[in-house]
């Protein structure tokens, strides 16, 4: 079988630089929820941001995903008032387990000059600043990526919501829902996750939940989001809930802890470990244990909840790609971005 890297850098991102200077680069996140395309312009240091609906091809099939990611990104062309063609680079850091389909899609569509990458790889530029270190990403979905110091990447999850991603709000959705079966038939220990069940999704009983999610069914998107209740009644005390998000922790925790093995980062001093997503905003009860799993092996882990849009990510490697990284700094790139979200809302 082969165990070669689940993903290899492009050789445009592993030997940086190969493409000529220009004034603006474009950056795509595409993920499970919604894609957010962004024009950075190189000498204003001005973002053009567009929002998008979602764009993993394992949720919505590869001809809806390519649809979602170039509508986007003409949007935010037409954001910046510049054409295609004035770009010096774009990357596309897209939400799925395998974007073969949709490099092939995306240059059929644009041209060979637009870089289509597995989202991780964007979550791992945007966590180290694209230098040796790990992402983890743990959003509606999750996934793990890092860089080790001799070049080495190693990908670990990212299997999608049916054969994987542990610790994702996906997961902590459909588990919180099993919980609340378990406590209705007897199986499991009581839980308020239950009553919170019925009340989020607006159904008579937990047995019209478990109808509800084969019948009709309902999308990744919507599990996901319950898992900000399950997050809320760990904090009040559900210890039901708690142990959800501490097994959820531990697990994506192992993750990490075996890319950082493939790489060679668990040998050194220290590395930074960006952690990328909106479960990470439950804080130390996900933070706390997943940390822990990590430096069990790997004691030289740095871990930080990224505060950067992961499409940040996707115009960091477009920088690296034209030979002009740090050309805007990560402080000046957070800002915009968060300046042209808040304007989104």
Known sequence: MNRDSLVQLPSELAHPGSRANGRYVL??????????????????????????????????????????????????????????????????????????????????????????????????????????????????????????????????????????????????????????????DGSGEQTALSDAAVEFFGVPSVDALAALVYSKPLTKGEIAAFAVRTCALAESGDAVAQALYERGARELGAQVAVVARHTGLDEVDAFPLGLIGSVFKAGALFVEPLVAAVRETAPGARASVVEMAPVGGSLQLAMRVCGCAGAVTHEHLQQQLDAALADAR
Request: no cysteine; glycine share 16%.
């Open 27 to 184: 950056g795509v996140d595409g993920g499970a929820t919604k894609t957010l395309a962004a024009v950075l312009d190189l000498r204003d240091g001005v973002v053009h941001l567009a929002e998008g609906g979602p764009s993993n091809e394992d949720a919505i099939g590869t001809r809806a995903a390519v649809d979602a990611l170039s509508d986007t990104a003409a949007q935010a062309l037409a954001r910046a008032e510049i054409a295609a063609g004035e770009l010096a680079t774009a990357v596309l850091a897209v939400a799925g387990t395998d974007t073969g389909a949709i490099v092939r899609q995306v240059h059929a569509a644009h041209s060979d000059e637009w870089i289509v990458v597995n989202d991780v790889v964007g979550a791992w530029a945007v966590a180290t600043d694209a230098q040796p270190g790990i992402g983890a990403i743990s959003g509606t979905g999750s996934n793990v990526f890092g860089v080790g110091p001799d070049g080495r990447g190693w990908r670990v999850g990212g299997w999608g919501h049916l054969l994987g991603d542990e610790g994702s709000g996906y997961w902590l959705g459909t588990e919180s829902i099993r919980a609340a079966l378990r406590d209705r």
